[in-house]
């Protein structure tokens, strides 16, 4: 498994290259200088999408990728493919008498002829409708869980009948021995930690799986969107909240073994900290995972900037082994936010006995 990453890393390198060298040429006519391209390429990475866009340029007609459905709703429902903003000169698309223009990876209400308005603020003031579409992260989410409930489905399977892991099972095996061993009996305890180990599990794997398919050439940033993490983490909240025993609230609203007045001092300060532990596990996540793509992305940008082989031979080196690392931290994120969510787990289901002390 891990030749087959590292042969996806070289891949997405490549492709990366393939898409700087095209945009090198773009800034000899005049369009776009290479930075501002370098710029343009990462920025465009990074964001969500309402098409699978692999490489090239649109407005050059190179592009090359499948557009994904769009479903809006503003009092009625419009269904069309995000192709249709790309057949039109303006880039409008017409729905039911409304006309809808995309505008840096965002659907805008507009008029025929695709104007966009600026308020005050300077920011876009057309109106925008909710937006149900199937972007490029929803569209990876599904597949990526499809393919984890298949590979786990089938596992469980092969299980029934033999008890010996073959196949898949002596891979996943070990790491579902490692996530309850060295993860939830040692933070949650023997006592409570089965009833948390379908949420680890999942997590684990999810995380693991999004971030090894975000170092491919296929450009998927599921946890470098805010949008994922915080889902995740308030999925980590709830669950604590609402499996939480007596001696947690204790301890948050009048915690024992202070004076009465520190109680009243320390309340509002639990209070506060049951909030920010799931902000922590949502922005240490995002954090991470965005910060691994750009600087990858910058590294491979150099390679065009400077013009000294030696400089290039020097980032592409840099750009490989940078890339490879990336392939580590995907599980140490996945290990991190498993970990976490299994100390707020024990935190909440600890048991105290103050009589005893």
């Known amino acids: 498994m891990t030749k087959r990453f590292g042969f996806l890393v070289l891949m997405f390198s490549f492709l990366m290259s393939t898409s700087m060298m095209a945009s090198d040429s773009h800034s000899e006519s005049g369009e776009l200088s290479i930075k501002e391209q370098i710029k ?14 692999l490489w090239g340029d649109h407005d050059k007609g190179t592009a090359v990728g499948f557009p994904l459905p769009i479903i809006l709703w503003d009092g009625q429902l419009h269904f069309f493919s995000s192709s249709e903003f790309h057949h039109h000169d303006n880039g409008v ?30 920011f876009v003031s057309n109106e925008k409708p909710i937006d149900f579409s ?46 309850r061993d060295e993860i939830a009996i040692p933070n949650i305890g023997e006592k409570h930690y089965k009833k948390y180990m379908n949420y680890l599990l999942t997590v684990f794997f999810f995380i693991w799986m999004v971030n090894l398919f975000g170092q491919t050439p296929l ?11 915080f889902a995740l983490a308030l999925i980590t909240f709830l669950i604590t909240t609402f499996t939480a025993n007596k001696n947690y609230w204790g301890h948050i609203f009048w915690m024992p073994g202070v004076p009465y007045l520190m109680r009243v001092v320390l309340a509002p300060i639990e209070v506060l900290g049951m909030f920010i532990k799931p902000f922590a596990l949502l922005i240490r996540l995002y954090a991470n995972i965005s910060a691994g793509h750009v600087v990858i992305m910058s590294i491979i940008g150099l390679l065009f900037v400077f013009q000294n082989w030696f400089a290039r031979g020097a980032f592409l080196g840099l ?39």
Do not use: C
């Open 134 to 179: 199937i972007t490029k992260n929803v569209f990876s989410l599904i597949i990526i869980s499809a393919l984890i409930f298949w590979i786990f489905s089938t596992v469980a399977k092969r299980y029934k009948n033999d008890p010996v892991p073959r196949g898949m099972a002596k891979i996943f095996e070990p790491l579902v021995i490692f996530v």
């Open 219 to 229: 450009g998927i940033n599921i946890t470098g969107n805010i949008a994922i993490t």
């Open 93 to 122: 698309v017409e729905s039911k008498g409304t006309f809808f223009k995309e505008y840096h990876s965002k659907i805008y209400i507009t008029d025929a002829e695709g104007s966009i308005h600026y308020g005050e603020d300077h």
């Open 319 to 357: 750009g490989l082994f940078l890339s490879v690392i990336e392939l580590l931290v995907a599980f140490l994120q996945a290990y991190i936010f498993t970990m976490l969510s299994a100390l707020y787990f024990g935190s909440a289901v600890e048991e105290h006995h103050h009589d005893d002390h």
């Open 40 to 53: 343009k390429d990462i920025d465009h990475h990074l964001k969500d999408s309402h098409s699978f866009h």
